[in-house]
């Protein structure tokens, strides 16, 4: 049976990758950060808790890490975790460098001193890019990063490669652009704006305060995307790929997308506030797919309205659920 350890597995991509090993027969662990409260809710909503091994961990923390994986004997470790909202990385930009950065050399000295046999997946992102260097951005477009987190993703996505030339290890590094889901995390822009417009339909929200509305992004749906990361361990060598939908759509644009859906306008609720502005921004980004498309034989499936709709409906549902709460019905 084949066993994968995934790093970040009470997060949005974490959920679903374990979700796909487990229907693809997996034993699959994950190491799970020790916080004050329980961090598992997506676990849970995937009805997949007890079908996982957790393993307690931290990314900052080597000798965790060999432990892990000392327990886990994976052939295949994913690594999700991360402090990954850019906001935060220039509020905490040394936990954002120790996590996202360091934490990634980390964990690829514990395989490399347990068993460097063990295929490896970093979890690099579009934010590499930045202050874009060409209109489409694919896997030989030069990186420009804007934030803290971004500049830290490029340590991690260069030792991912180094670890693959000078050890020869199956390391890949995933570009992956924006993706979401139910599961996002309400601080990343299209959950707040579909928790938004369930709580104004439901009376219970007035206004949405945003920052830069203009910005444009590449979004793809989670489901689709950690397809694409089990796709890259199962090759005969580790590689880059860019994994992105080729479609590229204003935040403005996605707001209409989700009020319109409720029968409501968002210019009536849609408040800018400085507030949200960042820095340094990455004001567009959109990737070229063709070489995960063409090697991995994978492609986007879900369009950006079902992805929207579907996270509009389940932000509709989870409201529906606390208001009752509330009245104790
Ligand atoms: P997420 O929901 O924010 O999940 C991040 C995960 O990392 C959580 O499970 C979190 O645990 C864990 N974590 C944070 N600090 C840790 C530490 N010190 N030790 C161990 N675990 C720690 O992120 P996501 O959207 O699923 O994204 C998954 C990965 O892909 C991240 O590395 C992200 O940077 C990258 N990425 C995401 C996108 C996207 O659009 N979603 C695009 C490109 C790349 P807690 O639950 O305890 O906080
Ligand atoms: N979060 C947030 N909140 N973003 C806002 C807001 C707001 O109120 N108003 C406008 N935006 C703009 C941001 O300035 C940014 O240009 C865009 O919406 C998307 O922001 P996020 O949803 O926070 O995502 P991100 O693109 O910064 O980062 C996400 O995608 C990266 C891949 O490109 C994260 O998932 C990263 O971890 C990931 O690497």
Redesign the pocket.
Known sequence: MKAALITGITGQDGAYLARLLLNKGYKVYGLIARRSTDTTWRLDYLNIKNEVDLIEGDMTDLSSLIRALNFSKPTEVYNLA?Q????TSWEQPVLTANVTAVGVVNLLEAIRLTNPAIRFYQAS???MFGLIQEPMQSESTPFYPRSP?GVA?LYGHWITVNYRESFGMHTSSGI???HESPLRGI????R?VTDAAARIKSGLQSEL?????D?K?DWGFAGDYVEAMWLMTQQEVGDDYVVATGKTTT?REMCDIAFSYLDLDYQDYVVIDPK???PA???V?LGDPTKAITKLNWEPETSLNDLVRMMVDADLQRVKQEVSLVAGV
């Open positions: 991360a990954s909202f850019v906001g992102t579009s934010e987190y993703k992956l652009f924006n601080e990343f822009v299209t707040k305060r945003l920052g830069n509305i910005a992004r935040v949200f502005y960042r921004e990455v004001e980004l």
